[in-house]
């Protein structure tokens, strides 16, 4: 699945809270098919490119974390 809205979706329901710094990340979504299908959609400028790695940083870094928690021995 590359929806991030829907898998952000999916992390609130099983009782996880994203943090404000992730809330955007459904934004990241066509960046998948950009990526995938180079020439498909619109061009990515300097701005947006740095905005957007910015963002999935900080959301691999919190499911880093997460992960990180869950297995840890309590």
Do not use: C, K, M
Request: glycine residues 6%.
């Amino acid at each position: 699945n590359h929806d991030l809205g829907e898998l952000l979706r999916l992390v609130e329901d099983a009782g996880l809270s994203p943090p404000d710094a992730i809330n955007d990340a459904a934004s990241l979504t066509p960046f998948a098919a950009q990526v995938r299908y180079p020439g498909w959609g619109e061009s990515i400028d300097d701005a947006d490119l740095t905005a957007a790695l910015e963002l999935a940083r900080a959301a691999v870094d919190w499911a880093a974390q997460i992960i990180e928690e869950s297995a840890s021995p309590e």
